[in-house]
């Protein structure tokens, strides 16, 4: 891969000013204050949120506390999406902090997977990281890869360590120099306005003419409405990492460098702010 490491560094420090508040209706022996917290972008919520737990039942009724969940406005944040990309689709044109609720009671069962330990975290991380695998290498550079290198990228996330993580992580993201960039392109495109989950399909870096593809040609193969408005007035903002990438930039690169640790670029679809 071409090494651009500050771009590297800065999306694996970026981090979100977050408040997060008790659900007025928890029943507590006394008032909670509101926890403080910077969140790093390309982590999990339920990884990176102890503090945040600890703080909250010390003011608990124990027999009041069950599995610990998180709300932005009415909106269950799935913890199996990384943060950056929650605040991306559910809140990045509001003011910061970002504000969260926490709650202990009426898990919402239809909308969020449990996840009782961070073993869960990790079977569904390195499963997004062999799955992306699959579509750029055949799965090759992951299964020749030993079980301590999977612990590592692993164990990089989960502590924060750049380094550690990308030692490993590098081998995930070479390819063949004849090849001119990977088989498939691991992304999932995710829409504000729309109950669907993601949108994700094959799509190739290079075009049969061997030029580059970019990302305009990833979203108007894929969702065409994004880029090319009906009434020719842009109405959305396609995100990736809080930023508004050029259409003209080649999807490979963009692979490469702006992924997320679990190896897929996760876009935001979302209404361009009026103001």
């Not at 049969?208 to 979203?219: N, R």
Request: with cysteine; proline share 7%; hydrophobic share 35%.
């Amino acid at each position: 891969m071409t090494d651009d490491k500050d771009v590297l560094r800065d999306v694996w420090f970026g981090r979100i000013p977050t408040c997060f508040t008790l659900y007025q209706d928890e029943i507590t022996e006394r008032e909670a204050e509101p926890y403080y917290l910077l969140l790093p972008r390309i982590s999990y919520l339920t990884l990176v949120t102890d503090k945040v737990k600890k703080h909250f039942q010390k003011v608990m009724r124990q027999e009041e506390v069950s599995e610990i969940w998180f709300e932005y406005e009415g909106t269950p944040l799935k913890w199996h999406y990384p943060i950056g990309l929650l605040f991306d689709l559910h809140a990045s044109n509001t003011a910061l902090p970002w504000s969260i609720t926490v709650h202990f009671k009426n898990f919402p069962e239809k909308d969020l997977l449990h996840c009782h330990s961070k073993d869960v975290i990790e079977a569904h991380f390195m499963a997004c990281i062999k799955e992306a695998d699959a579509l750029k290498h055949k799965s090759q550079v992951i299964n020749e890869m030993q079980k301590k290198d999977h612990k590592q990228l692993w164990m990089g996330l989960q502590n924060d360590k750049f380094e550690q993580f990308w030692a490993i992580n590098r081998k995930l993201m070479e390819y063949p120099p004849e090849d001119n960039g990977f088989r498939y392109i691991p992304f999932r495109i995710y829409q504000a306005t729309t109950e669907r989950p993601f949108i994700q399909k094959l799509f190739r870096p290079i075009a049969s003419g061997g030029q580059l593809h970019t990302l305009g040609d990833l979203l108007q193969d894929v969702c065409p409405s994004a880029i090319t408005p009906e009434d020719g007035e842009q109405k959305t903002q396609v995100m990736i990492h809080g930023i508004e990438p050029m259409l003209e930039t080649p999807i490979q690169w963009l692979s490469e460098h702006m992924s997320y640790p679990d190896n897929f670029l996760h876009i935001s679809i979302i209404p361009r702010p009026t103001d």
